[in-house]
């Protein structure tokens, strides 16, 4: 296996790392693996997550691109006067254009890391090439029993007598007793919010209607955000599409997906969708 690292795009400003498929040299490969960015974590993927799934990928004969969006890690910052985000979509439609001419397979599956898992949303939207995506800790709504939970959490993190500290002060803030917080609130960007529920379960509605596999998949290392296996089906409740996409939660594993043990599930989870549900979805469209 021979990796290829180039510049790719219109500007040839993006950096871009193709690794093909081991196996019959020429035949078309049933899918593409997309590769990015976490946050700001060069294309290598948080501790080489993303180089040790492009090799896994290869001996499952499905080639892969790993590539750093504008502005990160060896990519340039692009000329153009788009937002951050429609830069970024922009980019995986470039480099997804770069890899059909190289691999000659028009089907991508994304497997997107944090900010990642809302570019590749957002491109399956725009661009019906992109047939799967994996959201890895990408959108989480609260329910009662998160709340409930994330509050259990934050007295056992706090201590009872801290947690009653601070509640004091709220109080006494709220009763116009003390003076208000005017520490000023830590800029946002713009992937750093989620979108309205309503909208978000829409964009769902229409990929899965379109064919597109979904992957929402989340950590267990981030209590304050998404806690317990019941969420998932409990903030989409209703919704028609639920059955259509999977869902899986890695209590053991932390956001950056750090230890061996940790890389190793989340290798496995993925590889095993890509296998049972993406490559079949993606026969069925060809």
Request: proline share 7%; net charge positive.
């Amino acid at each position: 296996m021979q990796e290829q690292t180039r510049t790719v795009g219109a500007e040839g400003h993006l950096v871009a790392t193709f690794t093909p498929a081991q196996g019959a040299p020429g035949a078309t490969p049933p899918v593409v693996a997309v590769l990015s960015n976490s946050g700001v974590i060069p294309r290598g993927g948080p501790h080489r997550i993303n180089v040790l799934l492009a090799r896994e990928f290869a001996a499952m004969g499905i080639p892969s691109v790993r590539f750093d969006m504008s502005g990160l890690g060896d990519s340039q910052r692009s000329d153009s006067t788009r937002s951050v985000t429609e830069q970024w979509v922009a980019d995986t439609r470039e480099v997804m254009d770069a890899a059909q001419a190289q691999f000659g397979c028009a089907r991508f599956v994304m497997v997107g890391l944090c900010s990642g898992a809302i570019i590749g949303h957002l491109v399956a939207l725009e661009d019906p090439r992109m047939r799967a995506v994996l959201l890895w800790d990408m959108y989480a709504y609260p329910t009662l029993q998160s709340r409930l939970r994330k509050l259990a959490f934050k007295i056992g993190r706090a201590g009872l007598i801290g947690s009653a500290q601070k509640a004091g002060v709220m109080l006494l803030r709220q009763l116009r007793l003390m003076p208000p917080d005017d520490t000023p609130a830590k800029p946002k960007g713009e992937m750093s919010v989620s979108p309205p529920k309503d909208e978000f379960m829409g964009r769902v509605d229409r990929l899965t209607n379109q064919g597109v596999e979904l992957l929402f998949a989340y950590c267990g290392g981030q209590p304050e955000w998404f806690n317990h296996r019941g969420q998932f089906a409990a903030m989409f409740a209703g919704q028609p599409w639920l059955a259509k996409v999977s869902f899986e939660l890695l209590e053991t594993t932390d956001h950056l997906i750090t230890s061996g043990p940790a890389k190793r599930a989340f290798i496995d989870m993925t590889t095993g969708w890509v296998r049972e549900r993406v490559v079949p979805a993606a026969d069925r469209h060809s």
